[in-house]
């Protein structure tokens, strides 16, 4: 795994699976592909602008030994790909699931669950104040919930939390290795005082959470985009 294009092949493998299975005749992922980009495109503005900031902040950074050298910024090419890549994929597997699997035993929690998690955040932001990364995601994720919860009719919620928790198995492989696992140095590198240094494996907790508003947000904005019934189901 010792390669300057680690990074790459693991953005490349992630897509991968995907464009491979697109054609699947009950998904038809092929469909949703070009809005599923623009989606990606959209969220990923705020999300580099966060990690450009953090970048030159000293809050994380990126082991020059796993990069292939080409910048934008402070962000090599490679992390700006993870903001298509992951997104697309996720959005692939959101589909493909609800495509196979419409009923959802989840859809009549949906709204506890999203209250639960706002009220679970609160007091996080307030006890861990003095991390950047983490009362940053938390405060983020918080205020989207709320949104989604008080204000933004969201009839597929119950959708995204079954994907995330499906998207969770690629997510601790693919993160695992960009933090450590498996290789002789992470990747991606954290700054101790950045974030509450409880890690799961090599991953910081605070990425789960972060994960989960990169998806969220992204598999809001393309069924904004959509004309598909709720949950991309065909």
């Known amino acids: 795994m010792e390669s300057n ?32 980009f623009i989606a990606a495109a959209i969220v990923a503005v705020p999300f580099l602008i966060w990690d450009e900031i953090f970048t030159r902040a000293g809050f994380w950074g990126f082991n020059p030994d796993y990069l292939s050298g ?32 419409p009923t959802n035993a989840l859809a009549a929690k949906e709204k506890r669950i999203t209250s639960g998690l706002f009220i679970f955040l609160i ?13 940053t995601t ?7 919930l709320g949104y989604l919860r008080w204000y933004q009719e969201t009839p597929y919620m119950h ?3 079954r994907a995330y928790l499906v998207c969770l198995i690629p997510f601790c492989i693919v993160n695992g290795i960009l933090t450590g696992s498996m290789i002789n140095a992470p990747v991606v590198w954290y700054n101790e005082n950045a974030f509450t240094s409880i890690r799961l494996g090599t991953i910081p907790f605070e990425d789960f959470l972060y ?20 949950g991309l189901i065909r």
Request: glycine content about 2%.
């Open 5 to 36: 294009y680690l990074y790459l092949f693991i953005n490349i493998f992630t897509i991968s699976g995907p464009l491979l299975l697109s054609f699947d005749k009950k998904v038809a992922f092929y469909q949703i592909l070009p809005k599923a």
């Open 70 to 101: 080409i910048y934008f910024g402070s962000l090599p090419l490679e992390e700006v790909l993870f903001f298509f890549t992951i997104p697309i994929a996720c959005t692939f597997i959101y589909a493909v699931i609800n495509n196979w699997f």
């Open 123 to 135: 007091p996080l932001v307030i006890i861990h104040h003095e991390f950047w990364y983490t009362v």
């Open 138 to 144: 938390f405060s983020l994720l918080a205020i989207f």
């Open 159 to 161: 959708f995204i939390y």
């Open 211 to 230: 994960a989960f508003l990169l998806i969220l947000a992204n598999i809001v904005v393309i069924e904004r985009l959509s004309e598909r019934k709720a």
